[in-house]
């Protein structure tokens, strides 16, 4: 299934995103704990939609 872009949520960058995923696997020394994953799985479910709408707004500039 392919990411809805149009999920209301956060809108926050990616880049933002993925620094918080490369902080909390830093912080985990790259082994997440079971208490850890729940946050992790957010992260890259917000980490897809941010990257997806970033595409789909580069795509709109592009073809402007």
């Known amino acids: 299934m392919s990411p809805d872009i149009h999920i209301s949520g956060s809108a926050r960058p990616a ?6 995923i490369r902080a909390l ?5 790259g082994r ?14 917000e980490w897809i ?3 997806a709408r970033e595409r789909a707004l580069e795509d ?4 402007a």
């Not at 696997?25 to 020394?29: D, K």
């Not at 208490?35 to 479910?45: G, N, S």
């Not at 709109?60 to 073809?63: I, M, N």
């Open 32 to 45: 997440l704990r079971a208490e850890d994953r729940p946050m992790y799985e957010r992260l890259v479910a």
């Open 25 to 29: 696997m830093l912080r985990t020394g």
């Open 15 to 20: 880049a933002v995103v993925n620094g918080e």
């Open 49 to 51: 939609v941010a990257t």
């Open 60 to 63: 709109v500039v592009t073809a």
